[in-house]
């Protein structure tokens, strides 16, 4: 079956998402909340038509070890949800079909564990899966065999997918998040089922959600750097519910919160349940930070903050992870800059992954990010949707990120190889008294011609831009109130505003998986010529 192939079976990841049944654990949910047995009797006509139709080892849904790793754990949950209802244990444990299904993803998950470059939030959501199920679904003479070894890869992957800081490795933030929801999962089934884990897993998921914690805006949303495809570990909440505050308040119920994490005022479903199950992590003689991480350098992530909200996100890390780099962009020493949360040089996003070739290589180019593109190409070349042939090296030379909190300037600066020939390196100041955001791009190390130079920044959906020469006048609301910035462009290059272009694809911003929307990139044209560089001002008003 073809199952790449769009012009066969249009996206199968589309296909895909639907059958982690994690559109079943919150009607499952809302029986356990409601006691309405509507709920639960949709649930059991879900499942049962769904087994039915895709018996063990044939069609689409037996290919991908994500796919039945996170639909386990969507089972796990739905016979817990359920366990009030007359009905659950003729779904589950009494019915020769669904054994059948649960043995089978168990036993191809033992089989056939992704390895090499695949081994990423892939491995970790095979492993999650196969340890829920066997912790909570032990029926079977291998359950113990299956719970051992998953626990033991889930251990080895998440350490080797998060750095010590406690960013995850792909520089990808929702895999970030993806990853943190499946272990604490995994580890709520363990301690449901009174299996121990070892320390260093609960000391990962710890250290993940003080880097979350430290890296969030004033409104909680976490960078958008890399690739993002909307992928949940565990589903229970309905459509609202902050991922990011959900996660948050999960960490501080198993967790403990720091002083100076960020407060999170919503609620939500999935906190409350894992917290009935995680044993409070004991965290004393635990070291973690005192206060606020602002540099991760085993990252190469750095936030600016300044007043009235101002935060920015610059990337002088590398380029991504393991060989193929799956989830990287082409985005070395790009930066994201938010004013009260709003998105001002935004990040435009992932939109699409197997389909659309051309969209695809748009949204993970050079050019689709905010940082300065050579001769008409990437600083990293990919080899195919997920694959880089050669990657960026990138190192940060300053990040002194204090001076912006007290009164003063923040400074930031990175260089990258991905030039050959050439090394691009930037300079980005934040000065507190002023509001202001100073970036300058130099072009170092040039041989021979004159090398074309075109400076891209992408403004997010909710700004208007007002473009005369070389200075945009941007304005937005937030709350109903009317904010503005300048933004002085350098006079060396020729400006022109962009919006909702398709040949090529040029001015766009994707919110989320399979979703785009116009919104305007100022793309500066010219040529790097001597020892000048390209100076950029974003200056915030009021």
């Not at 779904?91 to 990423?120: D, K, T």
């Not at 195919?384 to 400074?411: E, H, N, Y």
């Not at 403004?459 to 200075?471: C, M, T």
Request: charged share 20%; with cysteine.
């Amino acid at each position: 079956m073809p199952y790449r192939d769009e012009d066969a079976v249009g996206d199968i990841k589309q296909i895909w998402e639907l059958s982690r049944h994690q559109y079943l654990t919150v009607l499952a949910a809302a029986y356990a909340i409601t006691g309405d047995e509507r709920y639960a009797e949709r649930v059991a006509a879900h499942l049962r038509s769904w087994w039915t139709a895709n018996p063990p080892l044939r069609g689409v849904h037996w290919i991908s070890g994500i796919e039945l790793g996170i639909r386990l754990l969507s089972w796990v949950w739905i016979r817990r949800l359920l366990d009030g209802w007359p009905g659950a244990a003729g779904l589950f444990e009494g019915n020769p079909v669904a054994l059948n299904q649960i043995w089978h993803h168990q036993r191809w998950l033992a089989a056939f564990p992704s390895r090499g470059s695949s081994a990423n939030n892939h491995v970790i959501a095979e492993a999650a899966g196969q340890f829920a199920a066997a912790c909570a679904f032990g029926w079977f003479p291998s359950s113990a065999r299956w719970r051992t070894e998953a626990l033991r890869s889930l251990e080895r992957h998440l350490r080797g997918n998060t750095f010590g800081s406690g960013l995850n490795r792909e520089l990808a933030t929702e895999y970030h998040g993806l990853v943190l929801e499946l272990g604490l999962a995994a580890v709520a089934e363990a301690d449901a089922a009174r299996r121990p884990v070892p320390a260093s897993l609960r000391l990962v998921l710890l250290r993940m959600t003080d880097a979350l914690a430290a890296v969030v805006d004033n409104r909680l949303r976490p960078p958008r750097q890399g690739d993002a495809d909307d992928g949940h570990g565990l589903v229970v909440d309905g459509a609202g519910t902050d991922r990011w505050a959900s996660l948050l308040a999960t960490g501080d119920a198993v967790f403990g919160r720091l002083a100076w994490w960020p407060m999170v005022t919503g609620t939500d479903v999935r906190t409350p349940l894992l917290a009935a199950l995680i044993r409070p992590y004991a965290t004393k003689g635990t070291a973690r930070p005192a206060s606020r991480p602002a540099h991760f350098a085993d990252a190469g992530m750095t936030i600016l903050r300044g007043p009235g909200e101002i935060w920015c996100r610059c990337d002088g890390g590398p380029h991504g992870f393991l060989s193929i780099a799956a989830h990287a962009h082409a985005d070395a020493l790009s930066l994201e800059v938010r004013h009260d949360g709003v998105d001002v040089l935004a990040d435009p996003g992932t939109y699409c992954y197997h389909g659309q070739p051309e969209w695809r290589r748009y949204f993970r180019s050079t050019l689709g990010h905010n940082t300065l593109q050579l001769d008409g190409g990437d600083q990293s070349v990919s080899g195919g949707p997920f694959l880089w042939t050669r990657q960026a090296r990138s190192r940060v030379l300053v990040a002194d990120t204090s001076g912006a909190s007290d009164g003063g300037t923040a400074r930031w600066c990175a260089e990258h190889d991905g030039y050959q020939r050439s090394v691009h390196r930037r300079r980005v100041e934040l000065t507190a008294a002023s509001q202001e955001l100073r970036v300058v791009d130099e072009i170092h190390g040039r041989n021979g011609p004159r090398r074309a130079v075109r400076l891209a920044f992408h403004l997010g959906p909710a700004i208007a831009a007002d473009l005369v020469g070389n200075r945009a006048v941007l304005t937005w609301t937030r709350d109903g109130e009317d904010r503005s910035a300048v933004l002085d462009l350098p006079g060396q290059l020729s400006w022109r505003a962009h919006r909702g272009e398709s040949d090529p694809p040029l001015g766009w911003y994707s919110a989320g998986f399979g979703r785009k929307e116009p919104t305007t990139t100022l793309i500066g044209t010219g040529f790097a010529d001597g020892a000048e560089g390209f100076t950029t001002v974003l200056k915030f008003r009021g």
